[in-house]
């Protein structure tokens, strides 16, 4: 596939993540979003929904790797890229190499707990037993823009009215 | 708690997490099990269930952290300790770290995969915002032993009966 096809793609499916962010935010969920496809074929979506369920493992990378496990009917899921609009964290990052997903697609950086790059870089560390290719920035601002919004809007709620 | 205290409880409570380790094995499974502890009291058990489940994320620490927000009906598990047979890898160390559990026991290193000071120390990294107490080394021998004797196991089984 040639690079700029890969792009068109990129751009497709990362908007496609971003629209699971926004449902997450009508939840008042955390609004992070991702999608899991594999031959071009979305195998699954999910967003943040840790709030929802009180479960702290309920992250969407987790999700949607949960149910592409479920869906294909195999752990491994070589082949897949998975799409998320917020860097993984380290249980997300460990998540992905466990499962052998070959591409991970981010948009906005995690300075305060992102693991592919921003705190450790876990997929890039050839100690582990499998090493996906990450691609980072694809539609950064739209991504790191609702998570401002929705934690603007957090703040906002705090202050008593007469402010 | 004095020391003395500390060392009965976690040799108690390792012994659990190991019956749970055992249980894998009796399913096939690599056999890591986990115990996850509150005020005394047990929470969650669980054993690896990769294949049984066909779920990459299906470690025994990720199911008993699940099992135990369940339980407690939060995903915040501040005040629990969460004892496991085999040092935990990113996933679950980090997923250890997103739930505050205050206190990891964990019996053997994992020197190709561990998190918690093999290949590298999530919980001790100053820059996530909760850093669990780590306490290494708990009946390593028989958690090690029981994993051993499992891929052994595996490596006959492999081999052709004439050999």
């Avoid at 971003?18 to 609004?31: F, H, I, S, T």
């Amino acid at each position: 596939m040639s690079t700029l096809y890969k792009q068109r793609d990129d751009l497709f499916f990362m908007k496609l993540a971003l629209q699971e962010a926004k449902r997450a935010a009508e939840v008042d969920e955390v609004p992070i979003g991702a999608v899991i496809v594999k031959d071009d074929e979305i195998i699954s979506k999910a967003y943040n929904l840790r709030e929802t369920l009180q479960d702290a493992t309920a992250h969407a990378e987790l999700l949607a790797i949960r149910k592409a496990c479920e869906v294909l009917g195999t752990w491994r899921l070589n082949g897949c890229s998975l799409y998320v609009t917020l860097e993984p964290c380290p249980m997300c990052a460990g998540a992905i190499i466990l499962s052998r997903v070959d591409r991970v697609v981010f948009g906005a950086k995690d300075p305060k707990g992102g693991a592919c790059g921003s705190i450790v870089n876990l997929p890039a560390d050839k100690r582990f037993n499998h090493r996906p290719e990450v691609v980072e920035g694809v539609m950064a601002d739209e991504c790191g823009e609702i998570l401002t919004k929705f934690f603007q809007a957090k703040r906002a709620e705090k202050k008593p009215a007469s402010e």
